[in-house]
Every structure is written in C-alpha cells, then in structure tokens.
C-alpha cells in the first residue's frame, strides 16, 4: 500500500515537472510547478522530514507560485511565449546525473560520524526539545544568521530595482476597486492566519515548525490582505525598512553582546538559551514574513517600463 | 577578544547602518567602517604570523556539531587583500557616485554585505557555510550590477543569477552527497575521511562543476563579461578582483585540502586545459572588443585561466612543485586583484570624463588624462607580467613550478598568454596616445585617479615585497 502510494507520488512528481517543461501555456506551466511543489511537500513527509514539508508547501509552492503568477500577468502584456526549443541536451544531463545518483547512493558507505547521534547527546544544551531548531538556531545559527541576511538582501535588491522602475512606471493599484466578498473573507482569515503564524513559531521549540515556516505563513497572510486590497505596505518607508531588517537586527545584536561577556560569537548564556532562542525566533518569523511579502509586493504593477 | 568573529561583525554592523539610516554620510561612514576592518585584518594577519593559524568554533559548538572557522596563512593574506581594495574602492565610489543619487542608497548596503560574504568564505572550514556564503556573494553581487536599473544591467544581472545558482545548486548537491557518506560537513575532518568510490568522485565532480560556474572559467564564462563590463566602475572591480576569486578559492581548498589524493591527473590537466583556452580564448576576445570596460572584462576571463593551471601543476607532481604553484597561484590571485581593480577603476574614470564607452573614443586622452592612463599603463604591466610587478612573480614562480615539474607545455602557455595581454592592452595605448585627436572631456574628481594609482601601485609593489605574503602561503595542510 505504502509502495503503491509512494510510486504514484514519484510519477506525479515526474509528469508534474514535465508539464512544467513541456507546456505552451506559461500559466499551465506555473500551475504544474505549483502542483510539483505540493507533491514535493507530501514527498518530504513520507520521508519523515516534515519541517521541510512545511517549508516547501509555504514557499516552495505558495510564494513562488504567487511571484511566478504575478510575473506572468506582465508577460502576458508584452509578448507571446515562445516554447523553448533546447530541452534534448538539459534531459540528457538529468537522466546521466539520475543514473549516477542511483548507482553511487546505492554504493554508499557507512558514515563514520552520526551527526544525529550527536545533536541528540547535546540537545539538552540547546535549550529546545526539537533537534532541526536546535541545528537551525543554536549548533549551526551561524548559518542561520547568514541566511536571513541573504533574505534581507534579496528585499533590499528588490528595493533597489522597484526603485529603479519607479520613475517610468507606477502600479495601478489606484485604480481597482475592492471586491466585498474577498475583502470581507480576507479580514476574517487574517487573524487565523496570524494565530496560526504564531502557533507554528511557538511549536517549533519542541516539534516541526519555526521561523521559517511561521514567518512563510505570516507572508502568505499578507498576501492575500493585498491581494484583497488592504494597503498594508502603506507605511512610512523607514518603518518598512526597520521591520524587513529587525529579524537580522537582533540576530546579530544578541550574536555579538554575548561576546563582551568573554563568549564565543553566537553562544548564548546556557541558563536561558531556550528565551534566547525563543526570542530571536520570534523577531525573525515577523521580519521573514515582512520580508517574503516585500518580493511580492515590490514587484512592478500592471505596468512595466517600456525601454527603448 | 578573539579578532576573527570581528571580522564578521564589523561589515555586518555597517550593512544595517547604510540599510537602515540611509540619512547619514554613507561614504564617510563606509571609509570608517573599512578601515576599521582593515586594522582587525592587519592584527589578525600579525597574530597568525606570530603564533600560526588558529580555529574558532563558533558558538562554542566544535566540528562535526558546530561550525568552525579556520584563519591560516591564506585567509588573513585574503583578508587582508579584501580589505585593502574595499578601502580604495568605497573612496572611489565616494566621488564616483556623486552622479548616481539612486543608485548610492543601494550601493552602500549591498556593498557591506558583499564584504562580510567574502569574509565568511575566507574563513570557513565547513561546507556547508561556505555554500551559504556563496549564496549571499551571489546574491549582493547580482544587486550590484543591477544597481543602474538600466536594460543591459538587468539583462546581465538575471543571466548571472541564473548561472551563479544552477552552480550553487551544483555545488549543494555535491555537499549533500559528501554529508550523508562521511556524516559530517567540516572541511579538515573530511580531509582525512574521503575515500575514493563513487559517491565522493561525483559528489567532488558537482561541486567543481558548480565553483567553475561560479568562478567563470572557460567555457562558462559567457555570463561574466556582461556582467562585469556594465556594472558600474567600482562595483566592476570589486566582482573581478574578489567575487569571482571567493569560488576560485573554495575550488582550491577543496581540492587542496581534501580531495589532493583524489583527483586523477587527468582532471587536473583537463583544468589547466580549461585554464589555457580562458586565456587564449578570453585574451582574443578582449582584443576584439569595441568597448573599454569588456575589453578589461574579457581580460578577466582571460586571467582567471592563470588561476587554473594550480591543479595540473601541483597534482600527481612532486611536493616542491606543488608548494611553488601553490605560491604562484596565490600570488596571481592578489596581484590580479590589485591590479584589475586599478584597471577598471582608471577605465571607469576615462569612461566618466570622456562620457563614451568605446575604445576608439579614447582617441588621444593621453594628454588630457595622464593619471588615469598611468594608473592603467601600471596595472597593464601586472597582467602582462613584466618585471616589477606581482604578476610577474607570480608567473615566475609558476613557470618554476611547470620546469621543475618537467611540464614544458604550461611554460608556453604562460609565455603565450603574456603576448596576448600585450596586444590587447597595446591596443588601448595606440589609441590613447593619438596626436591629432583632441577629445572633449569633462573634469574629473582627482581622487579618482588617486585610487586607480594606489591600487596599481600595490600591484607593483608586490613585485618587490612579495615574500612577505609567500612566505604566509605554505600549502594548506602543513599548516592545520
């Protein structure tokens, strides 16, 4: 039964990324990639991995969909999608590259070292119960900080080109008017959405959730709040700025004023890891969230510049 | 307290400043900033000198758990490097920028991440932060270049992007397979774990695909010029004296640290191959170029190929070869640095002041813009590697390194790709010296040529103090 239903996910995954490939229609390609997203977020929970599921659901399929769907409406304006021609050589590179995973996974030797193992033993140090935010925010949260300031600059690059546009185009957002039934659905899912933004925070200290995942879920909230024409973004820019970079802000403080106490960087005092870390997530999921939303949001209106 | 987490701390702290008071001075601020860093860089650099390399577990959680990073003799010369041409080019940019209003709110922030990037590659020991690292130099680097908002920009940023991730995906996946084999993602452990079968020999083979991506080696170079000739000037050189290095280097510490038993000499040639076509390929190209700033951008192409002809030279040879090319490579790496960044920046300043981008345009701007044209004439003399520069010592030592090595045929193309860069660097001199045309140019800020000069005179400056960073570039494994 279990074998039946994971090959039949396999093969979804399959026809689901050829249909991203092979489709005319851009929109019936965006659609097949959102699918391909949500196949892959069952795929990570067969494989017990349910914090990526997470992850992959809210961003992978979500989001992206979201910024892929809204690419295409400024296609759309322009030009024509042309199919593309070239797919023999990348297919041929995939199927090599298939067979050699294959065969070297299964002539994989046994690892020496068992990480697992070893966050288990420290886990009790970490001070949290779920060992992927033990990793995420105390063993390895030098990566972690990292990485939210590679998310931090992807806002501020989008920043950069939004203002680059800025001057030949404006969005036309003025223009809509409000649709009652989304706007009076969105106002009453905005605050589930919140509660279940914070929820998936607040788990993510004893089992799957986080950040990550509350910060995905945050944004895709205040998506649908524009979507349904609430201008949130309305805010003084600044302010905006202070909140898309408050995350990384405190990240960093905290990382650093442990060490005027003779620490290493990013070690937080042992007594209170756990407020520590619970902490940082928290300011995190909302710049995340802020963050996630500001690529949705700076992205250009119905209108693009016309380059000559 | 320990300098190394500075070192971090520092670009990071003066990232959300420009970010978050885009009021205040930025420029100003920026040259405080850096050279702050630079003393931290310059006391790090004495400490490793005096007591040899050190690690630091971040976190206080030790490899396999945490993530360590390493300072030896390489970082802290690259440290050092970073910090010198960051230096010049933020006092560059600070009168550069004076006519691109929009583009200096951007500038500034994405600049200081792109520095505590580079800083957290030089200094990682773990796979994994290095692909992260990567990622945050991609990413503030496609900024960059996107900055003027211009179509051939954003056009040459997205192909960058596209190119920079499928070889960061490369590389993860590669780092992915090496961590479910060996349990563990920290470079000095893997060192004497990895073992030749098939998983490590793919896993190797990814990521070396995915950093020749990166690092825009011939024949996946295409991205580079665009990228690198459009940008604006002190952003071009800060890509093609750091960026392109950064995934150069983990390239090279891979390869050096842990895979050396396991790459077959017959890759290793393959790479110097691909070294020898860039140069051939990319110093032709940079001949027939009819803009200025691709001209030095295919000139880069044409360098990076030098940095590939470490691994034909120093794998499956013997131990006093390796330690020369080693040497030579590394020393190619700075003074390449140097000297490319003073060429884009003097060319940057030529372009600003005669307000045309073609070779051609500079017609006779010999005698209204000396200093400039000096400033590249000094750095020419690095490239071509002629004595006295640092690229002559470089080339030097390499050559040692392939006679040693009975390998006549990388004398060749040392001694070939020296030519090259002479014609096409020629070409902008025939031109420039011109009597009969008189171009009309538009005063420039002197601090502009200053900067060109101070970075080509380090350039030269290597030829005479080069033993002082030699002596630190021992090969890696003596060292840990």
């Known amino acids: 039964m279990q074998f039946a239903f994971d090959s039949m996910l396999g093969l979804g995954l399959l026809a689901c990324a050829a249909g991203v490939f092979w489709s005319r229609d851009l929109f019936r390609s965006v659609v097949m990639f959102i699918a391909f997203g949500l196949l892959l977020a069952l795929t990570w929970v067969r494989l017990e991995a349910p914090d990526l599921a997470l992850a992959e ?81 105390n063993f390895r949260s030098y990566d972690t900080l990292l990485e939210i300031a590679v998310l931090l600059v992807a806002a501020v690059v989008a920043m ?63 998506v649908l709040l524009k979507l349904a024409d609430f201008h949130i973004e309305r805010y003084a820019e600044s302010l905006l700025r202070l909140g898309l970079a408050l995350g990384f802000l405190v990240f960093l403080a905290v990382a650093t004023s442990v060490m005027i106490g003779g620490r290493p960087f990013l070690t937080y005092p042992e007594a209170f890891a756990g407020q520590f870390i619970l902490f940082i997530e928290a300011v995190l999921t909302f710049s995340i969230g802020l963050i996630l939303f500001s690529l949705f949001n700076q992205s250009p209106g119905q209108e693009v510049p016309h380059d000559n | 307290m320990n300098l190394i987490p500075l070192l971090l701390v520092i670009p990071l702290a003066w990232a959300l400043l420009s970010l978050l008071l885009p009021r205040l001075p930025l420029g100003l601020l920026a040259l405080a900033g850096i050279v702050l860093q630079l003393g931290t860089a310059a006391m790090l650099w004495n400490d490793v000198q005096i007591h040899g390399a050190s690690r630091y577990a971040i976190g206080d959680w030790v490899a396999p758990l945490g993530i360590t990073l390493v300072a030896d003799g390489l970082t802290v010369t690259l440290l050092a490097m970073t910090a010198l041409i960051a230096v010049v080019c933020a006092f560059y940019a600070i009168f550069y920028l004076r006519a691109y209003e929009k583009e200096r709110r951007y500038f500034w922030p994405l600049f200081w991440f792109l520095l505590a990037a580079l800083n957290g590659i030089w200094l990682a020991g773990d796979l994994f932060n290095l692909y992260v690292g990567l990622e945050l130099v991609t990413l503030a680097a496609v900024g960059m270049v996107t900055l003027s908002g211009e179509r051939h920009a954003l056009a040459a940023g997205l192909r960058y992007l596209y190119a920079a991730l499928l070889g960061s995906l490369a590389y993860l996946l590669g780092v992915a397979l090496l961590y479910g084999a060996y349990g563990t993602l920290d470079l000095g452990q893997l060192s004497s774990l990895l073992e030749a ?126 330690i020369l090319a080693w040497q030579g490579t590394m020393l190619h790496l700075l003074s390449h640095g140097f000297a490319k960044a003073a060429m884009f920046l003097a060319v940057g300043t030529l372009v600003l002041a005669v307000g045309k981008k073609r070779v051609v345009d500079m017609a006779g701007i010999s005698a209204k813009m000396p200093l400039a044209l000096f400033a590249f004439g000094l750095a020419s003399v690095s490239l071509m590697g002629l004595p006295p520069s640092g690229g002559f010592n470089a080339k030097w030592l390499l050559m040692q390194s392939a006679i040693q090595s009975g390998q006549w045929h990388w004398v060749a193309v040392l001694l070939a790709g020296s030519l090259i860069t002479a014609s096409y660097v020629f070409r902008v001199f025939s031109v420039s010296f011109q009597k009969d045309a008189d171009p009309q140019i538009r005063p420039t800020h002197p601090a502009l040529d200053l900067s060109a000069l101070l970075l080509a005179a380090i350039a030269i400056a290597l030829g005479f103090g080069a033993a002082i960073p030699v002596e630190l570039l021992t090969l890696p494994e003596e060292m840990l």
């Not at chain 1, 509660?195 to 799957?208: D, F, K, Q």
């Not at chain 2, 691909?274 to 030095?296: D, H, N, P, T, Y």
């Open chain 1, 57 to 137: 659901a809210a961003i992978g399929a979500g989001l992206t969909g979201v910024l892929l769907l809204d690419a295409i409406g400024h296609l759309r304006q322009h030009k024509e999608h042309s199919p593309r021609n070239h797919w023999l050589l990348p297919l041929l590179c995939c199927i090599a590259l298939a067979l050699l995973l294959i065969l070297s996974l299964n002539a994989r030797p046994e690892a020496s070292i068992s990480l697992p193992e070893l966050v288990a033993e420290s886990l009790p140090e970490s001070g949290v119960e779920h060992p992927i935010t033990a990793v995420l925010l």
């Open chain 1, 160 to 222: 950069a080109l939004n203002d680059g546009l800025a001057a030949t185009a404006r969005t036309s957002a003025e223009q809509s008017s409000r649709d009652p039934v989304l706007a009076g659905f969105t106002s009453r899912l905005a605050p589930v959405i919140l509660l279940i933004a914070v929820y998936v925070l607040w788990a993510g200290s004893y089992m799957p959730g986080g950040a990550f995942q509350g910060g995905a879920i945050l944004a895709a909230g205040l």
């Open chain 2, 197 to 322: 079968n098939l998983i490590t020999q793919l896993a190797l083979a990814l990521m070396t695909f995915g950093l020749l991506m990166k690092t825009a080696v011939f024949p996946l170079h295409s991205w580079l010029p665009p990228a690198h000739g459009g940008a604006l000037a002190p952003v071009s050189a800060i890509l093609s004296a750091l960026v392109v290095k950064s995934s150069f280097y983990i390239l090279a510490r891979i390869w050096m640290d842990a895979g050396n038993a396991l790459m077959p000499v017959s890759a290793a040639q393959l790479l110097g191959a691909l070294g020898a076509l860039a140069i051939i390929w990319g110093g032709w190209q940079a001949f027939r170029q009819s803009e200025i700033k691709m001209l030095v951008a295919y000139s880069t192409v044409a360098q990076l190929g030098y940095l590939m002809l470490l691994f034909p030279l120093a794998i499956g040879q013997s131990q006093q070869s390796a």
